[in-house]
């Protein structure tokens, strides 16, 4: 069929409801979890043996003549993102067995969860607009649904009701945009695009550039199209936050970068200073806005915004340094920004408030899960001894290198004016505790602890010795840009 | 026989009235309805394309796409309905503008 890891994937979620109908209710969510966590693991382990592959051959092209076939593109920059899907969505899984009760429906939150991770690493892998169009629906989808599982909360319908029409809007366009590219070209293959434009620069090529940022740049949550992300991150479980926050906006941000450098490359020029702009826009409205926020998930789901606005200026910069820093950068925030959504959702799941003020003091109550989301959130500023500091050096290293220095000050600011938030986060856990409810509070249960503090675990580990996955992420940026370091 | 021409411009203009069935209307099932309208913009461009790709030739990839098209474009419009039951219990009402609790 697709190559090995995503095959695996799809006959995984193909059995995974059968599992989840036959097992007794009473122990349904943890063996649903075991299953998924398998189901990762070995399609990981597939992974590996693609990587050794792909790292002598450069990429690897999969026509396929069975029944169920696409035009696939396994190259390095593929396996980097796969490698991120599926090792968050294993924290995710395992911190879901706790997590999510017993009912009878949590079957079907599991096979929506492998769902939606099959059909990012089919995003990834797809070599046409086709195979990725269909894999974005398969991912799209299955979120719309995730948003929406504790349907008995008015506040995750609501808000799944509002990202799904603007979310189906932007597909819709992004659809109408790939039709008048295949009008043009008459193919879809990324490689077929870029010899097809190669010196032209036709007035329906720039329509076809603005439908297609317009509809993948939805769930990108680029500025003027965020405002589906606050409400769809901050009601959806925790465990669907942290994956929606940490890798499905940043697959809208790969789409955009595979597309504009392959189909798109003639008219470079003319595209990086709007995504300049655009990207100094993203990053202002989210840290602005996280600013004034009293929610702590709606709190997180701002800075998000805001840390793809970072993403977008290596876009904007479009060296090779500065793609190594937005994938980078990708990769590091789905740590920081998984580990941050697990340890709030730990925090709300113990004291069932969401509110910052309702939570002063519970760090002297959840010691380990205080200490974690410190971490996570000193990443997300930027501070030195973690990973994020790593890439947004790269991404500022590489706006002084390309005559763009504005948009690294610019980022500077923006790590400066995080902080604020972010300490405040800090600063409201540590005190000491004054409510009932927060004296009451106990620490998080071992197996939600167990994700979140492996996660811990990479940020430091990434942030003190960066040398391997600097490299991979520069492998990775290498095969966008024409002659890059491979 | 028809141009080219003519086609596209029917769905661009199907497109735009998509568009404005999504910014005007406030029932939930118009805005299902305004979603199938762009999605069928988008395939009656690519059945297009492929009957003008070569004359005497009508090029199977857009009608592949097509096909798979049509078929997302029912799973969506299925989850839609799905929501908007859920959201009909919740609220008692299918107009969108009462769905204003979250702020933001």
């Known amino acids: 069929m697709f190559t090995l890891p995503l095959d695996i994937l799809l006959i995984f979620t193909a059995i995974s409801p059968v599992i989840g109908w036959v097992t007794p209710k009473y122990n349904r969510s943890k063996i649903g979890g075991v299953f998924s966590a398998i189901a990762l693991s070995v399609s990981g382990i597939a992974l590996y043996s693609l990587y050794k592959e792909v790292s002598v051959k450069g990429a690897i092209y999969v026509t396929g003549n069975s029944l169920i076939a696409g035009y696939l593109k396994v190259d390095m920059l593929s396996i980097f993102m796969v490698s991120i899907f599926l090792g968050l969505g294993l924290a995710a899984t395992i911190y879901s067995m706790e997590y999510v009760e017993n009912s009878s429906r949590s079957p079907i939150y599991y096979t929506l969860i492998l769902s939606m991770i099959s059909g990012m690493v089919g995003i990834v892998f797809s070599g046409d607009l086709f195979t990725l169009y269909v894999f974005w629906e398969l991912m799209s989808i299955s979120s719309y649904a995730l948003v929406a599982f504790f349907r008995e909360k008015w506040e995750s319908v609501e808000a799944s009701l509002k990202y799904l029409i603007i979310g189906v809007a932007g597909s819709a366009t992004a659809l109408f945009g790939i039709s008048l590219l295949y009008g043009l070209a008459g193919t879809l293959s990324f490689e077929g695009l870029a010899t097809a434009f190669t010196g032209t620069a036709n007035i329906w090529l720039y329509i076809a550039a603005i439908f297609i940022f317009v509809g993948f740049g939805v769930k990108a949550a680029i500025v003027p199209l965020h405002t589906w992300l606050p409400d769809a991150h901050s009601s959806a479980p925790s465990t669907i936050s942290a994956l929606l926050s940490g890798i499905v906006i940043g697959t809208g941000v790969f789409v955009i970068a595979r597309t504009f450098f392959s189909a798109f490359a003639s008219i470079q020029e003319q595209w990086f200073p709007v995504i300049a702009i655009l990207s100094l826009l993203t990053m202002f409205l989210g840290n602005i806005t996280a600013l004034l926020q009293t929610d702590l998930k709606r709190m997180l789901a701002y800075s998000s915004i805001a840390q793809v606005g970072y993403m977008l200026v290596g876009i904007a910069v479009g060296t090779q340094t500065g793609l190594t820093g937005t994938f980078l950068q990708f990769f590091n925030h789905a740590l920081m920004k998984g580990s941050a959504f697990l340890c709030a959702g730990a925090i709300i799941h113990q004291l069932s408030v969401r509110e910052l003020k309702d939570m002063v003091g519970v760090g002297r109550r959840m010691p380990i899960t205080a200490v974690v989301f410190s971490i996570s959130l000193f990443a997300l500023i930027g501070l030195p001894p973690f990973n994020g500091f790593i890439s947004e050096l790269t991404l500022v290293t590489s706006t002084f290198q390309a005559n763009m220095a504005w948009l690294g000050v610019a980022l500077i600011l923006n790590a400066a004016l995080s902080a604020a938030y972010y300490l405040q986060i800090i600063r409201v856990i540590m005190q000491k505790p004054t409510l009932e409810s927060v004296q009451k509070a106990k620490e998080t249960p071992l197996l939600m602890l167990i994700p979140i503090c492996a996660l811990a675990v990479f940020i430091v580990a990434f942030g003190i010795w960066p040398d391997p996955i600097v490299s991979f992420a520069q492998h990775a940026a290498g095969t966008l840009v024409p002659g890059g370091l491979l | ?104």
Do not use: Q, W
Request: hydrophobic residues 55%; positive net charge; proline residues 2%.
């Open chain 2, 1 to 104: 026989m028809i141009d080219l021409t003519g086609y596209l411009v029917f769905s661009m203009g199907l497109y735009a009235i998509g568009l404005y069935c999504l910014a005007t209307k406030r029932n939930m099932l118009r805005l299902v309805l305004g979603i199938e309208l762009l999605i069928n913009a988008a395939n009656i461009n690519f059945i297009s394309f492929a009957a003008f790709a070569m004359p005497g030739f009508v090029d199977p990839l857009g009608n592949a796409f097509v096909c798979i098209s049509i078929g997302l474009g029912g799973a969506v419009s299925a989850v839609a309905l799905g929501v908007i039951v859920l959201a009909y219990r919740h609220y008692g009402t299918l107009d969108v503008a009462e769905l204003r609790r979250l702020k933001g």
